[in-house]
């Protein structure tokens, strides 16, 4: 069974520093997404990640992923108020269609 | 608009009190999913559907039941619902297989979620 583990689950950060958030996953995927989601919104998809070492990037978000370690990152830059959302990582299993969540993480970001 | 509609947005029901929630795909999508959002939980797969005729189960699935006699609709159905059931729940549709690239056509588009309530 697939298990996607999101690190940490709450973030709270000073606008212009940098930090790490980070998606464990269980079993050898097909391809990674990460999803940005404010209060009592829906999904907005920000990146696929579709092999070994692919890097994305939009604005002051850079995603990667190693699938040897079965791990991805969302690494934030320069941090911003408006990047304050809950933001999930998703994988599916490789040869499949589900789609298995982490648990989110909180980012708050203050002035 | 390529989008994925879901009704109604906000429901109030009581414990046993059946009730429908709607979900529709302009995309042409195979594939559709329904989930259920909890604090903590991330979003749970509840039940899926690969084409007309074809659901199953995801993790979640006691206390909901689902029907695709149309590729565009996959309504979820509570039977009974009990206070358990009070979630945000979310619909989502893909084409099927691997596809790269960005837009409606590649990836998973989501509903705007249903908040529902048990009482």
């Known amino acids: 069974e697939l298990k996607v583990e999101q690190n940490p689950l709450f973030l709270s950060m000073q606008e212009g520093k940098n930090y790490t958030i980070y998606c464990n996953y269980s079993t050898t995927s097909d391809r990674l997404y990460w999803y940005r989601q404010d209060p009592g919104k829906s999904l907005e998809s920000l990146f696929v990640l579709l092999s070994n070492g692919a890097v994305k990037q939009e604005g002051r978000l850079m995603a990667s992923l190693d699938t040897k370690a079965r791990l991805s990152t969302l690494h934030i830059t320069a941090a911003v108020h408006d990047l304050s959302a809950t933001y999930f990582c998703?994988?599916?299993?490789?040869?499949?269609?589900?789609?298995?969540f982490g648990q989110g993480t909180r980012l708050t970001i203050n002035p | 608009e390529a989008q994925v509609t879901q009704n109604p947005r906000y429901l109030i029901t009581v414990t046993g009190k059946k009730l429908t929630v709607t979900c529709s795909q302009n995309m042409n999508h195979e594939y559709m999913s329904w989930y259920r959002q909890d604090p903590g939980l991330g979003l749970r797969q509840i039940y899926y559907?690969?084409?007309?005729?074809?659901?199953d189960k995801g993790d979640v699935p006691e206390g909901y039941k689902v029907s695709r006699k149309e590729k565009r609709n996959f309504p979820l159905i509570l039977e009974s619902p009990s206070p358990n059931q009070t979630s945000l729940y979310f619909c989502a549709s893909s084409l099927l297989g691997r596809r790269t690239g960005e837009g409606p056509n590649y990836g998973y588009t989501f509903g705007s979620g249903t908040r529902l309530t048990v009482v």
């Open positions: 559907s690969m084409n007309v005729e074809v659901t």
């Open positions: 998703a994988v599916v299993i490789q040869g499949a269609q589900k789609l298995v």
